[in-house]
């Protein structure tokens, strides 16, 4: 077969976050793919980014006092560092917020445009008044028009999945402010994706899994829709040529990431982008994606790609969601596990062959059972795997000076790890890697049958039996040579480090064939077993929420009424009315290193921001603070603390230490409320 090319990328992570396990699925699936397609010679070119525009990053950079690009620097370093960590083996990774992203944007749009895709229209939308801004679907909750949950997304709702127009929402609110949005009207800029329609249908069919492109049908049914692909001013993005105080949606730009990213590349190390870029290439393109962005990427991206004469996506490989112990990530049970947090405590390769051994070509939900997890990776790879080289290395060592002996003892063995090799290339190949983790597993389990009945250490015994131990135990080595080289797109540490054992580059293409008269080196451990309770402390450290937490605790019988702290002397009407208390959203938080108890936080009360200093660092962390809505003694006298001016007090119950409760209002409740 001749060698192909191809650019393989995974959907671009959001800059207003870190990376957690279910990101990390994505970029181990793809990671695998591309290791596996390098390995059996083809050529590969893998990228990606962060996807850095829109009014999320834009709000988040404000509430901690940084410009959006102070932002987005820093959360691309601990990205980078995350997928590094996980052995994630980009050729680059980038960001949207790039000259390159902005150049091909707009090139993009402008093509489009003289085309006659683009038109405008005015439209009535959402805008919160105090904050002065027109507000995304995101940003504004509300009522549900059909069921009548509440607090409910602008868009769509969580409780009977109704989809619905912000506007439709009852009781709506800015989740900026918290003020009741008003309707403005503003004219903008829309892609007609009606026009596609036709090639859409038939194109999804030839690049999706067939259940993806079913799921489509519905949408094709009711008609495709005009793209609002325009975005009002306040907002961090592109600016739209020609049109002031309008940029990109964040969708426009976030696909073209991809172009941007590999075009960088490309600048570096001279490579000719247009060849994978333009119409008629002949190279391969291969996105993955997560189902929850399936819509961008099978309809408008490959409508705009078109629109534009560029080439389209070969396939899109669509995966689903990641559970933990059968439910959703949760904060409070420390299973809404972060990148960061879990390569502080285990391998990255045990989640990488854990994920790879239920992945399958289908977008199904996986499960990170963590009992499971444990069981699997110490049974699998240290107990079959690496303990077949560990049994077996010390005799060819000790024995036979390092080297393998000249035959093997077994050729119905030989013959099972020969006619499995295109199984499992044929199942990386269809992105099947649970099935390439069972045929590898089961040949594993043979090779350790081969070696308990023919007990290498028993024939160590007797001189006599020297050339059959080293016909066993070369025999044993060279099932490890192939299992482990069947697992290095899965398992590239220890693929490296059995390299240097086996003396041998391990060539994928000839994983099954034997090495003889080979000189070994000494075995090395090359994995260690998972340790329970360095599981059990990334749960605990996982645990951010320490409400939620506390609440999931049995709970102690009620205090006797004698134990409450006795009421303070009767006051008046009068006495009461002098306090002014006000609702106001904290908009940034940091630890004042000098001081024992009390966190610096930034208030917005609507009319102003203020800074208060509060005694509850022994039970708040600044980040679980930023958005929420508390109640502050506004006309208290500031006080000017060796740290700065403290400009009121936040009200909270509890006497301290542990018990502290911080007072929380209806989110609906504007900022600067007086509360009466």
Known sequence: MSKRSMLVTSALPYANGPIHLGHMLEHIQSDIFVRFERAIGNEVYYVCADDCHGTPVMIKAQSQGKTPEQLIEEVGISHRADMQGFLINYDNYYRTHSPENQKFSQEIYLKLRERGYIFTKTISQLYDPVKNMFLPDRFVKGTCPRCGAKDQYGDNCEVCSATYNPTDL???????????????????????????????????????????????????????????????????????????????????????????SFKNFCDKQGIDFDVFWKQDSDKELYHFIGKDILYFHSLFWPATLKGSDHRLPSKIFVHGYVTVNGAKMSKSKGTFIKAATYLKHLQPECLRYYFASKLTAQAVDLDLSLDDFVAKVNSDIVGKVVNLASRSAGFIVKRFDGMLGSTICDEDLACKFTEAAPLITAAYEERNYAEAVRLTMTLADEANRFVDSHAPWVLAKDEANNDLLQAVCTQAINCFKALITFLSPILPQVYAASQEFLNDKLDFNSAAQALLNHQINKFKPLFARIDPKDVAAMVEESKQDLKEAQSAKPQKEATPSSEYVPLAPEITIDDFIKLDLRVAQIIAAEQVPEARKLLRLQLDLGFEQRQVFAGIKSVYKPEELIGRKVIVAANLKPRQMKFGLSQGMVLAAGEGGQDIFLLSVDNKAPLGSKVH
Do not use: C
């Not at 999804?204 to 009711?222: D, I, R």
């Open 170 to 260: 009852k009781d709506a609110y800015s989740t900026v402010s918290g003020a009741k949005p008003v309707l403005k009207e503003s004219e903008h800029y829309f892609f007609d994706l009606p026009k596609f329609a036709d090639f859409l249908h038939g194109y999804v069919k030839t690049v999706l899994p067939p259940e993806m492109a079913n799921k489509l049908e519905e949408w094709f049914a009711q008609g495709l829709k005009p793209w609002d692909l325009s975005r009002d001013a306040p907002y961090f993005g592109f600016p739209i040529p020609d049109a002031p105080n309008k940029f990109f949606y964040v969708w426009l730009d976030a696909p073209i990431g991809y172009m941007a």
